[in-house]
């Protein structure tokens, strides 16, 4: 699993001044918890631009006051107006205790189903999962290549080792449709068993 490490401070001074001034200098507070203590840090925004935008699911080991937590992103606060990254929470990974994380999905394959002329369509990108720290993975790999027209891979489908899948197991992630060419194709093609049009037959 990809890691990245983020240098922080440990916050002292709390309350909305605080805050803008933190803000103004391009530092973003945040909280690492789910460890023996929590953590109010800070660091700054472009430290934690990596794992804040990317699909991807990483680790990131964060260093705050001599200290190292090895962490997975939990949430994310927002301006409604600019955009701007407001709070970062963190999780901290704790050797004997599962985690619920969100893991990207991997479609892999050609399916039989796009041979014959159908369309995949993809209608999850990722699922949600419980895990120990060590079983967690980048992402899901899902294989499509025996998915043939008009069919659906769902959750319930889906291979994830040691992690249990937290979704509804009846919800499909992808599916192969008729493309229109192939609903007209269907649609002009002579039926099976049809009889044959009869010969006119000759004038006497």
């Known amino acids: 699993m990809k890691s990245i490490t983020i240098e922080g401070q440990l916050r002292t001074e709390m309350g909305k001044k605080a805050t803008r001034q933190l803000r103004s200098q391009e530092l973003v507070p945040g909280v690492i918890y789910g460890g023996a203590k929590e953590i109010t840090f800070v660091a700054s925004a472009k430290a934690l631009r990596p794992i804040v935008y990317t699909p991807e699911f990483m680790q990131a080991e964060i260093q705050v006051d001599g200290s190292t937590y090895q962490c997975i992103l939990k949430d994310l606060q927002f301006d409604r107006v600019s955009d701007e990254l ?22 892999t394959g050609t399916s039989v189903g796009v041979k014959a002329g159908g369309k995949l369509v993809t209608k999850m990108k990722s699922l949600k999962v419980k895990a120990f720290p060590k079983d967690l993975k980048e992402s899901i790999t899902v294989d499509v290549t025996n998915l043939e027209l008009n069919g659906n891979i ?20 992808a599916s192969v449709v008729m493309t229109r060419q192939l609903k007209q194709e269907e649609a002009t093609a002579p039926k099976a068993g049809a009889a044959a049009p009869k010969a006119a037959a000759p004038k006497k």
């Open 154 to 173: 769902r959750v319930q489908d889906v291979v994830a080792g040691n992690m249990e899948i937290l979704n509804s197991p009846r919800i499909p992630i």
């Open 86 to 107: 407001l709070h970062i929470d963190f999780l901290e990974l704790v050797e004997d205790k599962k985690v619920v994380a969100t893991l990207p999905l991997h479609l």
